[in-house]
């Protein structure tokens, strides 16, 4: 994120954090979508983490969200609190329009640019919940909790 400051100073991040077990759960799902595997890689590989494609699926979930999550919190830290927001997924997906709002005051304040959306912008959406219905799920919500509990 440093890099890119320099490049572009007035840029603005918002991180929209989510219970890290339904990401864990989500990113199960989206490897059986695209690869009809849970062993194969999907998504972004934390930094120094490469070692993660040796272990099995659960594991390499878990400690995928894990570090991700570390690293992105980690980033914020070296930010100005004025140059990012963090949002909760419920909170965005339960009132979209005042977390838009939040974020064109912020912006507006940190760069001086004033943000306008076009079209319209949703009432709400639904709070998407992973299914835990697949054959290791609990073992998987288990791996989870080791690194966030």
């Given at each position: 994120?440093?890099?890119?400051?320099?490049?572009?100073?007035?840029?603005?991040?918002?991180?929209?954090?989510?219970?890290?077990?339904?990401?864990?759960?989500?990113?199960?799902?989206?490897?059986?979508?695209?690869?009809?595997?849970?062993?194969?890689?999907?998504?972004?590989?934390?930094?120094?983490?490469?070692?993660?494609?040796?272990?099995?699926?659960?594991?390499?979930?878990?400690?995928?969200?894990?570090?991700?999550?570390?690293?992105?919190?980690?980033?914020?830290?070296?930010?100005?609190?004025?140059?990012?927001?963090?949002?909760?997924?419920?909170?965005?997906?339960?009132?979209?329009?005042?977390?838009?709002?939040?974020i064109k005051e912020k912006v507006l304040?940190?760069?001086?640019?004033?943000?306008?959306?076009?079209?319209?912008?949703?009432?709400?959406?639904?709070?998407?919940?992973?299914?835990?219905?697949?054959?290791?799920?609990?073992?998987?919500?288990?791996?989870?909790?080791?690194?966030?509990?």
């Amino acid at each position: 994120m440093g890099g890119m400051l320099k490049i572009l100073p007035d840029t603005f991040f918002v991180y929209i954090k989510r219970n890290p077990i339904d990401v864990a759960l989500s990113l199960y799902h989206a490897r059986i979508a695209y690869y009809n595997d849970p062993n194969k890689w999907l998504s972004m590989i934390p930094p120094n983490c490469d070692n993660l494609l040796n272990e099995s699926w659960k594991v390499q979930i878990s400690k995928q969200v894990y570090y991700l999550n570390s690293f992105y919190e980690e980033q914020l830290k070296k930010l100005s609190e004025k140059s990012f927001m963090v949002i909760e997924y419920e909170e965005l997906c339960l009132d979209p329009v005042d977390v838009m709002k939040k974020i064109k005051e912020k912006v507006l304040l940190h760069t001086g640019y004033e943000l306008n959306f076009n079209g319209d912008i949703p009432y709400k959406f639904e709070v998407e919940t992973p299914s835990r219905d697949f054959n290791g799920a609990s073992d998987l919500i288990k791996e989870v909790q080791k690194y966030f509990n």
